[in-house]
């Protein structure tokens, strides 16, 4: 039972252009949304987050949405950067439970 | 160093073996976190604790058991190792109650079972 979802395992996308990756959830109870960052053979490190009395939350080229009303959030990166290049997850948590999606793979092409 | 360490890096074990990960964190987080990594299942929490001697299951934790007798050390333990828990395992800590902060994660150990 997945309850957050990140349905595109990959994408890719030239330098300098926007970068969109989406999460769905299907757990209501969640209220806090993150997204981490991870290079291979290392742990994952956080990037940015967003509580759900928010819709946006902006951190120099990052920028996460959330949608409530359709459960989905999305990380927007611009301009891409090829050190951008990566696996993203997102997360969503309420109380002590936290969830994650399984990751996209970012390809920034220079 | 300051940080949070995991060891080993690298495991091969056999089926029915005893297994223990070590985690170890400078910054003397009261929370820390186990995680595995599956392809297709993202980072899954296995155990975590709030405290030291307080431990609580996470969503998979069957098949593991872990200990904190020391804030800095949270050791997980394969009692008796099988292949499905073939993964990479992650070990993370946070500062705050709760998870709704941000987690510090170790680079890592991957376990493969035969």
């Given amino acids: 039972d997945q309850q957050v979802k990140q349905n595109s395992p ?44 928010k819709d946006k939350n902006e951190d120099g080229r990052f920028t996460v949405f959330l949608n409530k009303s359709a459960k989905h959030l999305s990380l927007h990166i611009v301009p891409s950067q090829p050190g951008d290049s990566a696996v993203y997850f997102c997360a969503a948590s309420a109380d002590n439970d936290m969830r994650f999606g399984a990751g996209t793979r970012l390809t920034v092409k220079p | 160093d300051a940080g949070i360490t995991q060891s080993p890096r690298y495991k091969i ?40 001697d307080i431990t609580d299951k996470g969503e998979v934790p069957d098949g593991y058991v872990v200990s904190r007798s020391k804030t800095e050390n949270f050791p997980l333990t394969l009692e008796s190792a099988t292949r499905s828990q073939t993964s990479v395992y992650f070990c993370a800590s946070s500062e705050l109650m709760g998870l709704q902060v941000t987690q510090y994660f170790g680079p890592g150990t991957r376990l493969l079972v035969l």
Wanted: charged share 15%.
């Fill in chain 2, 13 to 52: 074990t056999e089926t029915g073996r005893q297994v223990t990960l070590m985690c170890h964190q400078t910054w003397s987080h009261s929370y820390m976190f186990w995680y595995r990594q599956d392809l297709g299942h993202g980072l899954r929490l296995i155990y975590y604790s709030a405290a030291a």
């Fill in chain 1, 10 to 53: 990959s994408l890719s996308v030239q330098e300098g252009r926007i970068s969109i990756l989406n999460c769905d959830y299907t757990n209501s109870m969640f209220d806090y949304f993150l997204w981490y960052k991870k290079y291979p053979a290392e742990g994952p490190t956080f990037l940015i987050s967003i509580s759900s009395i």
